[in-house]
């Protein structure tokens, strides 16, 4: 089954006739079932790595997209994995099923364990969020702004050009967690705190943050 041009612009708010299911271990000996309706893939894949980020690994699960209007279905199963590639799985099996192409958007922080491994294996892009989500709840900042704390709590240069090109990313056309204000000569951007998903991140930040930086400067 394949989206239409106009259906692969779904919003995240969006009503489609798709059902998810997913039948996961959320620990040894456990299976659980969780199902949500209507939402577009996007938000289909918000939703479980939710799920994800509350379970154990390795563990095994299997998917189940269909279709009321037409009636079709289209499933999915792995055993044993990360995180990380039930996730990136997930998100394939997605676009094959659904013809969805997903743009790129600002993900949610998955982890609030600190440990060096995944501290070593993030990207600049991630720890930039990480210090957005964890210094800025309050007021408007600049992309100097964010590379001189950067540049303070990783010991690594972040450029200002680099910094821009990033809170575009988490802006998205006004549709990520930033606010943007000013033009190209010099814009300012302030976290949406108004919104529950983001103080959870902001929550989930400070505390990974500062767990990092005690790292960082031992």
């Known amino acids: 089954m394949v989206y239409s041009k106009g259906e692969k612009k779904l919003n995240d708010g969006d009503r489609t006739n798709k059902i998810y299911e997913f039948t996961y271990s959320s620990a040894p000996g456990l299976r659980e079932i969780f199902q949500c309706k209507y939402v577009s893939p996007s ?3 918000n939703r479980f790595s939710k799920i994800l980020s ?3 690994s390795p563990f095994d699960f299997k998917i189940v997209v269909s279709d009321e209007t037409m009636g079709e279905e289209s499933s999915f199963q792995v055993k044993g994995g990360s995180i990380e590639e039930m996730f990136a799985k997930f ?3 997605l676009e094959t099923s659904t013809g969805f192409t997903f743009e790129d958007v600002v993900s949610e922080i998955q982890d609030t364990d600190y440990d060096e491994a995944r501290f070593d294996t ?3 892009y991630e720890k930039m969020q990480l210090i957005i989500y964890a210094s800025f709840k309050h007021g408007k900042f600049s992309s100097l702004d964010v590379a001189e704390i950067y540049e303070d709590s ?3 240069d972040l450029p200002k050009s680099t910094a821009s090109t990033y809170l575009a990313r988490m802006w998205n056309n006004g549709k990520g967690h930033l606010e943007r204000y000013g033009n190209r000569s ?3 951007y302030r976290l949406k705190t108004e919104l529950k998903e983001v103080q959870k991140e902001t929550d989930r930040a400070e505390e990974l943050l500062a767990a990092i930086q005690m790292r960082v400067r031992d």
Do not use: C, D, I, P
Request: aromatic share 16%; net charge negative; glycine share 6%.
């Open 43 to 45: 938000e289909a894949l």
């Open 54 to 56: 509350l379970t154990e």
């Open 91 to 93: 998100k394939v099996f």
């Open 122 to 124: 993030m990207s600049n």
């Open 154 to 156: 990783f010991n690594e």
């Open 186 to 188: 010099g814009y300012t």
